[in-house]
């Protein structure tokens, strides 16, 4: 009888998850649309656009349509879900005991919906392989254009975007992100090293083309990355050929290639760009100030925190809690004592508990395909991606706010997805193991009403 119940429950799951499909194909092509719509600035670029407000426009409408769909009624939410409304409605609870209540409504409750509505549409809407790739394709192509799209400006126009100070009244330009983008030097650097690992375990094996495309791209990345004088952004790089060297079974050769490629960047180098980069390991550069100015700041930010301990200032408050607190007009930039400004140590524990979800989700697909699936299989190599991008992210959070970026949503939603994707395989095999879908849909009659239906 146990038996019966386990497999009819794989029926219905796998004939539900069809019908739901069906019912959300034209909320995942919006999806896919406010993808690029997001990242390539669209409104900003065509102005009817902005005007009508597309984005919001588009967001409505996509939930809208998850909404009323028959199969979305009586989900259950799933434990990353749970921790992320609870920092949600934590936030609004919080909103009578800040000190900036108006910035709170005002401000900090959009930005998270705007971060957080990822996670919401992508555990929504990914529910095969086939959409997890296409989305992975838009999600590149769409950030591969971020970072082309500056280049071409600095190599047709000598565009560079911002500068950093060096001392002594000497200023170096740094690429950022191209006019109708929003990004700075090191948002950008954080887009080559969010799609690198993508680049590099799901592009390049594909076949002899793309392995040809990944080794074309990858020196042009390399090549942004250094215009931007990012110190975190090759801190994040140097984790990223980390990750891929502690999971490759060819060590000696990417050793090999690793010495050769970073002597052949450092002799590029420019004079500044090698001071910038030495700043991180030696206090005898220009640009050790400002290193040291981060480290101070990471003091200062975290006593802002520890002025409102429990409850924050407020969600989104940041920047104007450092600016009253000892007058520094920028938000914190890591994301621990950002999250901690904010919604306080209440909320940065939930905050932990949602990445801490996030990170059992991958641990546990992972385990499941490796199991079950080869290493050349489509997600297993979207895991490997996956994992090595969180360890990167990991380390950026150390120099990077994000508490209301896309981010980690996005990935919060991805990991959700790739967890059921993996016990969708589990399922199929056991599935197999007692005759297929098909046998036992012919074998009960209750399956066959269900399939009916």
């Excluded at 565009?159 to 006019?179: E, I, K, Q, V």
């Excluded at 450092?322 to 994301?335: E, I, K, M, T």
């Excluded at 360890?391 to 990991?415: Q, T």
């Amino acid at each position: 009888m146990f038996f019966r119940e386990d497999v009819m429950q794989v029926v219905c799951d796998v004939l539900s998850k069809k019908n739901y499909e069906k019912e959300t194909e034209l909320a995942f092509n919006l999806y896919l649309f406010y993808l690029v719509s997001f990242f390539l600035h669209i409104p900003s670029r065509i102005n009817f656009l902005g005007a009508i407000r597309l984005d919001f426009l588009l967001v409505g409408l996509i939930v809208f349509l998850i909404m009323s769909s028959a199969s979305y009624k009586g989900s259950k939410l799933d434990l990353s879900s749970r921790y992320l409304i609870s920092i949600f409605l934590y936030s609004i609870f919080c909103i009578p005991f800040v000190k900036w209540p108006g910035s709170v409504i005002s401000n900090g409750l959009i930005e998270f919906i705007k971060g957080a509505i990822f996670y919401f549409f992508t555990v929504n809407l990914i529910l095969s392989e086939k959409r997890l790739k296409i989305l992975l394709v838009v999600f590149v192509s769409s950030n591969l254009i971020r970072v082309f799209e500056p280049l071409f400006l600095h190599l047709t126009e000598g565009y560079m975007g911002s500068r950093t100070y060096l001392g002594s009244g000497d200023f170096a330009g740094r690429l950022s992100g191209a006019p109708s983008d929003t990004i700075n030097s090191n948002g950008l650097a954080f887009v080559i090293a969010t799609i690198f690992p993508f680049l590099h375990y799901v592009l390049s094996p594909i076949n002899k083309k793309s392995f040809l495309v990944y080794i074309a791209v990858v020196p042009v990345l390399l090549y942004v990355m250094s215009l931007t004088l990012s110190r975190s952004g090759m801190l994040a790089l140097g984790i990223i050929a980390f990750g891929i060297f502690f999971k490759s079974k060819r060590k000696a050769l990417l050793i090999i290639l690793g010495v050769v490629g970073i002597s052949i960047m450092w002799m590029s180098f420019s004079g500044t760009q090698k001071d910038r980069y030495l700043s991180i390991v030696s206090d005898d550069t220009r640009s050790s100030a400002s290193a040291e100015g981060r480290i101070d700041s990471f003091f200062k930010d975290l006593g802002v925190a520890m002025n409102r301990p429990i409850f924050g200032h407020g969600l989104g408050t940041s920047r104007e809690a450092n600016f009253h607190a000892y007058g520094r007009d920028q938000p914190s930039h890591v994301l621990w004592t950002e999250t901690w400004q904010e919604i306080g140590v209440i909320g940065l524990i939930l905050f932990l508990l949602y990445l801490k979800s996030m990170i059992s989700n991958f641990r546990e697909a992972g385990r499941i395909v490796r199991a079950n699936l080869k290493e050349s299989d489509f997600l297993f190599r979207c895991l490997q991606a996956m994992q090595v991008w969180l360890l990167m992210n990991i380390l950026f959070s150390f120099a990077s706010y994000g508490l209301k970026s896309y981010e980690w949503y996005f990935f919060g939603g991805l990991s959700v997805v790739v967890y059921k994707l993996a016990n969708k395989i589990t399922a199929d095999k056991d599935g197999s193991e007692h005759g297929g879908i098909k046998k036992v849909v012919e074998k009960y009659p209750l399956a066959r009403r269900i399939r009916g239906q």
